[in-house]
């Protein structure tokens, strides 16, 4: 949460492309299930795409959930990097 610009910064613009992370990752995030709204195991079929963001939410503690465009399920900050 908050990697660069500090806790309840959006780290990716509404708007901004991204790229979604790779299998491996997405499986060992999904088995750790340490945060709100975890990864549902389809998700990781999304594993490598890029998108745009469409909304940006942030739970209290910091952490940055995002939703995708064209791509179900919500997503941490930590399963997305700049595309």
């Not at 610009?5 to 790229?19: D, L, T």
């Not at 745009?52 to 939703?67: A, H, L």
């Amino acid at each position: 949460m908050g990697k660069t610009k500090g806790i309840n910064q959006a780290e990716f613009a509404v708007g901004s492309e991204v790229r979604i992370a790779d299998r491996a990752f997405l499986e060992d995030f999904l088995e750790a299930g340490q945060y709100h709204n975890e990864l549902e195991p389809e998700q990781v079929e999304y594993a490598g795409r890029t998108a745009k963001v469409k909304e940006v939410n942030f739970f209290t503690g910091g952490d940055e959930i995002y939703t995708l465009e064209g791509i179900p399920g919500v997503w941490h900050e930590e399963c997305l990097k700049q595309a």
